[in-house]
């Protein structure tokens, strides 16, 4: 077995027993970069494979939330309603929007996207039975087979969703459909010309990455106990675009490691300085100029300005 | 609706259409220019005001605010042009688009961290402090200033880009930059200029504007969505698609307030999703390669 | 050192080891050790003003107690919620499960006051609202747990609809923020002023964050209303007033509001357009009482010079009961049912009047809401009180609380 394998065996383990080790707090970040992590993963699919950058995925991780909270609060916490609803739902948010939206491209997809996601916004502000302002509170966590998730089984329950997700998008990554996305990325007239359907592949990552990105946000809603129209904001897409860019795109793993730079630096460093949102900024500027690879590519040994 | 009324509520949407073309012609000019979307672009806007309520502060002369801030906003633009963008030109734009966001988080709590976080106010000149009878309608004189500046910088623009030589250069730079290069035009410094002139018009727009709305950080992420909006509805990259689609936006979001207030947080996400589905180039952009 | 399977698990376990062994090295005595206050503020924003001032009148009080109540330390521990309520529940996580707050206290917005509500309420810790306003915490969402010592939104608009129809007018145009506490605070005000003869002109709620009220001046203005009731906060309230001035409606159409149109918060920046307007809250700096006065003074002696405003109001009766309730139970805080009904029966003389909660909702029972006017005094602009309404105490609907 490879050190390589071996080192992230080893880190899924420490991750699924933090609890074990470490106060509520730590344990609590820790799970938010999880959820995180599988969100800028799925935009990650999204950008740095099929090289679509949208500023609208926020989109589909609200309306996973929210499909979440509503079909826990409402009709009962059980499995389906807390993870396969919610993809389901996102699923199909994102073939809609996916159909409209890719028949255009670069700035004008970012601001398509852009506009639906705050459009589900404006939606969920307004209107009552969503909450409103508000949101919906009181979000429980589901219940497995029967079984009401304690502390530690609902640890293990994300730890274990972001691991197949995670799986999920290497597997699709690796496959003959990845490599295909990767060919619309680096040539997408090749690609054409070559004679694919380079529109309906696209489609196909769209809602995948939609799909991923509402479990992200069923996950969200089940952790936090709630969920606000902000999961729908431009900016939420943004976070997510500075996670996985800071981790590096087109690796999957690096967005978890830029969801962990992101949480550390908003929670910690905040609690040290008031000028945390510089940091970030500057932090972001740093990356995109002479970190291309992000910090993934830092480690691979990929420092300095590209030409 | 009465015709008074009617015509007040027309006034109130020119003077909103206005405010946004003077806060989205910048960003138009530099889309149009280096195919960047300058999403710092609302933070030129909230640095312009913030440089003209301290000159307001120093001198108490709101015209010298009016003419000083925007050099200062462009001279800022012009130094995260050449230092911080003009590295990633050979790269894909959307780089650019991403570096760009990361400067919304930077500027804007710069500028908490310089100015605070509170609420600041900006006087108007004490000469268009009052309002004005016009047509049965009480105008605010100081719109009425806004409209007929907002006009008045739309013919100087209009006037540069298209019958002077600076604006040819421009508009060649536009259309193809390469070409411009090879005629033996320094891109390098047009770029630059283009790109604090862009920065300039939305420091201006943010003076302009701060006498009716006020100052606060999170002001340059909040505006950014109407100012991109409008040069997407207008065309990115035209200065005619910029003026006609502040207009119509401006009396969209007035008269959508009057008739259909539930809606009006939407009314803005919804126009523009309609233009980008029917027509994605916008009222006058160039046509989608 | 070569990189082998064995190394590396060796090490491994090592670290875990380490880290378990932890949280039990350090471990203090909950009963000796110092009294933990947790403030959910915001810090940094807009808000940070309120933030502030909460936080520094808290800080008086205690100082004038030598920060110690019963011989234990008091340690404030202080949170940035940001105005954001992802940020201000997971701050109130740490503040509960890491920090073991004995007292929570804060927070500003009403959206992170209902998000915390839950883990407050199940973990049983006690919280003293410190700030908002929501109505459902005094309703159906109340808990036995949960004590305000600021405001429900209803408190100051309810009054002001009868004083309103009485001295103002019976035609009045209604206008808020698209959200839900500017529904509540424009409903409490109908439920006084239409059975007191009232009319309302018209309704309008232009959204939350609006920067142009432009259209919505010109309606105001086209109704044909008498006055006008606005709730506006922060930099909305703002800007509606100064368009309210500039579109000349100030002096033909009288502005009147909840309290928070025109809270120091604000005021500096609006300036002579605000001059005039009337609203209701629970205090202004300027009430003639002894607590009040001394208030006042000592507030400005420590914060160079600073008035103390609404929100200090706030701050300074939540240190108060957090002081007088501890030293009831001797500084015990692991009785915390003991606690809870020492806070309950607490009564004192506040800045704002004789200070007390009400059994059935732990909601503070406002001595007065004072009708107050914007004028020029000493100093610059201040609301001065021109008439008051007294012993105002929220309805309570759908509260059940354990006697």
Same mark, same amino acid.
């Given at each position: 077995m ?15 027993v933090?609890p ?5 707090y730590?344990?609590?970040?820790l799970q ?6 599988v ?21 589909f991780f609200g ?18 309603n807390?993870?396969?609803l ?10 809609v929007?996916?159909?409209?939206? +890719?028949?255009?491209s670069?700035?004008?997809? +970012?601001?398509l996207t852009?506009a ?20 919906i509170?009181?979000?429980p ?5 029967g ?18 997700a ?7 990554v ?21 004679g694919?359907?380079? !529109?309906?592949?696209k ?30 904001? &431009?900016?939420?897409s ?7 860019i ?6 999957l ?8 730079? @992101? ?11 008031e000028? &945390?949102? =510089? ?13 291309p ?7 691979r ?7 | 609706?009465?015709?008074?009324? %009617?015509?007040?509520?027309a006034?109130?949407g ?7 073309f ?43 605010a ?15 042009e050449?230092s911080?963008l003009?590295?990633l030109?050979?790269r ?13 988080y ?8 310089? &100015? ?18 016009l047509?049965?309608?009480?105008v ?16 100087l ?8 030589r600076l ?10 930059a390469? *070409?411009?290069?090879? *005629?033996g035009?320094?891109?390098g ?5 283009? @790109? ?10 943010g003076?302009?504007?701060g006498?009716?709305?006020?100052a ?19 065309g990115l ?5 910029? %003026? ?13 307030k009057?008739w259909?207030?539930g809606?009006?947080?939407? *009314? ?15 009222l ?6 | ?9 060796t090490g491994?376990s ?6 378990a062994?932890?949280? &039990? ?6 009963q000796?050790?110092?009294?933990k ?8 924003g ?34 940035d919620?940001?105005?954001k ?8 996580e740490?503040?509960?499960?890491s920090d ?10 009403s959206?992170i006051?209902?998000?915390m509500?839950?883990?407050?309420h199940?973990?049983k ?16 969402r109340?808990?036995?747990?949960? %004590? ?6 209803w ?6 609809g009868?004083w309103v129809a ?42 939350l964050?609006?920067?142009?009220y432009?259209?919505y ?17 922060g930099?909305?309230?703002v ?5 309210y ?12 509001g909840?309290? @928070? ?5 604000? =005021? ?6 605000a ?15 002894p607590?009040?006065?001394?208030f ?5 002696a420590?914060?160079?010079g600073?008035?103390? !405003? ?7 009766d939540?240190a108060?009961v957090?002081?007088r309730? =501890? ?5 015990n805080t ?12 607490i ?23 004072y ?7 000493a ?5 001065v ?7 105002v105490?929220?309805p ?7 006697s």
């Amino acid at each position: 077995m490879s050190v390589r394998v071996v080192a992230v065996l080893v880190a899924v383990l420490l991750v699924a027993v933090f609890p074990m080790l470490a106060g509520n707090y730590p344990v609590k970040l820790l799970q938010e970069i999880l959820v995180w992590g599988v969100f800028a993963m799925s935009l990650d699919l999204l950008m740095g494979f099929a090289g679509m950058v949208s500023f609208g995925h926020s989109a589909f991780f609200g309306v996973g939330g929210y499909v979440a909270a509503l079909a826990l609060t409402r009709w009962g916490a059980g499995g389906v309603n807390g993870l396969v609803l919610p993809a389901l739902a996102a699923a199909v948010a994102a073939l809609v929007i996916g159909y409209c939206s +890719i028949r255009v491209s670069g700035v004008y997809f +970012i601001m398509l996207t852009l506009a639906f996601s705050q459009m589900f916004y404006a939606v969920t502000f307004q209107v009552d039975w969503l909450g409103a302002e508000d949101g919906i509170v009181g979000v429980p966590r589901p219940r497995l087979v029967g079984v009401e998730l304690g502390p530690s089984a609902f640890h293990l329950y994300l730890v274990a969703v972001t691991l197949l997700a995670t799986l999920a998008l290497w597997r699709i990554v690796c496959s003959p459909f990845g490599h295909v996305l990767r060919g619309i990325h680096d040539n997408e007239g090749r690609m054409q010309a070559i004679g694919y359907p380079v !529109d309906r592949y696209k489609l196909v990552a769209f809602v995948i990455a939609g799909t991923v990105a509402g479990v992200a946000g069923a996950l969200y809603a089940q952790l936090a106990g709630s969920i606000t129209p902000d999961a729908f904001l &431009w900016t939420t897409s943004g976070e997510a675009l500075l996670m996985a860019i800071i981790g590096g795109t087109g690796t999957l793993g690096g967005a978890l490691l830029g969801a962990a730079a @992101f949480i550390l630096l908003q929670s910690l460093v905040s609690s040290y300085t008031e000028r &945390w949102m =510089l940091l970030l900024g500057l932090t972001f500027i740093v990356f995109v100029l002479m970190l291309p690879g992000g910090i993934v590519g830092a480690l691979r040994g990929r420092i300095g300005f590209r030409a | 609706m009465l015709l008074p009324d %009617f015509f007040s509520q027309a006034l109130n949407g020119l003077s909103y259409g206005v405010l946004l073309f003077l806060l989205s012609v910048g960003l138009t000019l530099i889309f149009g220019m280096l195919d960047i979307v300058n999403l710092a672009h609302g933070s030129f806007y909230m640095l312009g005001a913030y440089a003209g309520l301290t000159m307001i502060g120093l001198t108490g002369n709101f015209w010298l605010a009016l003419v000083a801030a925007p050099l200062v906003v462009g001279a800022i633009g012009a130094l995260m042009e050449r230092s911080v963008l003009r590295p990633l030109y050979r790269r894909p734009p959307l780089d650019q688009v991403l570096l760009t966001f990361g400067f919304i988080y930077f500027f804007e709590d710069l500028v908490k961290w310089i &100015w605070g976080g509170r609420i600041r106010s900006i006087p108007p000149p004490d000469v268009f402090s009052g309002s004005v009878k016009l047509g049965g309608a009480t105008v605010p004189s100081y719109r009425l200033f806004v409209i007929v500046f907002g006009l008045v910088m739309a013919v100087l623009l209009w006037v540069v880009i298209d019958k002077t030589r600076l604006g040819s250069i421009i508009r060649a730079g536009v259309f193809d930059a390469e *070409m411009t290069a090879g *005629m033996g035009i320094n891109t390098g410094r047009l770029f630059t200029g283009v @790109f604090a002139l862009g920065a300039a018009l939305g420091g201006l727009s943010g003076v302009i504007a701060g006498p009716i709305q006020s100052a606060q950080p999170p002001m340059g992420a909040s505006i950014l969505i109407p100012a991109l909006i409008v040069v997407v509805v207008g065309g990115l990259g035209s200065l005619k698609g910029s %003026f006609v689609g502040s207009l119509i936006i401006g009396q969209a979001e007035t008269f959508g307030k009057v008739w259909l207030p539930g809606a009006s947080m939407m *009314m803005i996400y919804a126009v523009m999703a309609l233009v980008v589905l029917l027509r994605p180039q916008g009222l006058f952009g160039r046509p989608l390669k | 050192m070569r990189l082998t399977r064995r190394t590396f698990l060796t090490g491994a376990s090592a670290t875990a080891a380490v880290v378990a062994a932890g949280p &039990w090295v350090v471990e203090s005595d909950a009963q000796s050790g110092p009294i933990k206050i947790g403030l959910v503020l915001p810090y940094t924003g807009v808000y940070a003003v309120l933030g502030e001032s909460i936080t520094q009148a808290m800080e008086l009080v205690f100082a004038r107690e030598g920060n110690k109540i019963a011989g234990r330390e008091i340690v404030m521990i202080k949170e940035d919620d940001e105005m954001k309520p992802p940020v201000g529940v997971r701050k109130t996580e740490k503040l509960i499960d890491s920090d073991k707050v004995d007292i929570l206290t804060g927070p500003v917005h009403s959206g992170i006051l209902m998000g915390m509500r839950d883990k407050v309420h199940n973990s049983k810790t006690i919280l003293i609202v410190s700030n908002a306003g929501a109505d459902a915490i005094s309703r159906e969402r109340c808990s036995h747990w949960i %004590f305000r010592t600021s405001f429900s939104n209803w408190q100051p608009c309810q009054p002001m609809g009868g004083w309103v129809a009485k001295n103002v007018s019976k035609e009045v145009f209604l206008t808020a923020p698209n959200y839900q506490a500017g529904k509540d605070m424009l409903n409490a005000f109908k439920e006084a002023f239409i059975p007191a003869g009232g009319k309302i002109v018209a309704e309008d709620y232009p959204k939350l964050g609006e920067t142009d009220y432009a259209p919505y001046l010109t309606k105001i203005r086209q109704s044909g209303a008498k006055a006008v009731f606005a709730f506006y906060s922060g930099t909305d309230a703002v800007n509606f007033v100064k368009q309210y001035d500039q579109f000349g409606l100030k002096g033909q159409v009288k502005l009147t509001g909840a309290g @928070f149109l025109t809270e120091p918060d604000v =005021l500096p920046a609006q300036g002579q357009s605000a001059l005039g307007i009337i609203t209701g809250h629970f205090y202004t700096p300027q009430l003639d009482n002894p607590t009040n006065k001394k208030f006042v003074a000592d507030f400005k002696a420590k914060f160079g010079g600073k008035t103390p !405003d609404g929100f200090a109001c706030q701050g300074y009766d939540t240190a108060e009961v957090i002081v007088r309730a =501890l030293k009831a139970v001797n500084g015990n805080t692991q009785d915390k049912d003991k606690l809870v009904a020492a806070i309950e029966k607490i009564e004192f003389d506040s800045p704002r009047g004789r200070f007390r909660f009400d059994p059935k909702t732990h909601n503070v029972i406002q001595p007065y809401i004072y009708i107050r006017e914007v004028k020029e005094v000493a100093g610059g602009l201040d609301n001065v009180p021109i008439d008051k309404v007294a012993d105002v105490r929220d309805p309570g609907t759908g509260c059940t609380l354990p006697s």
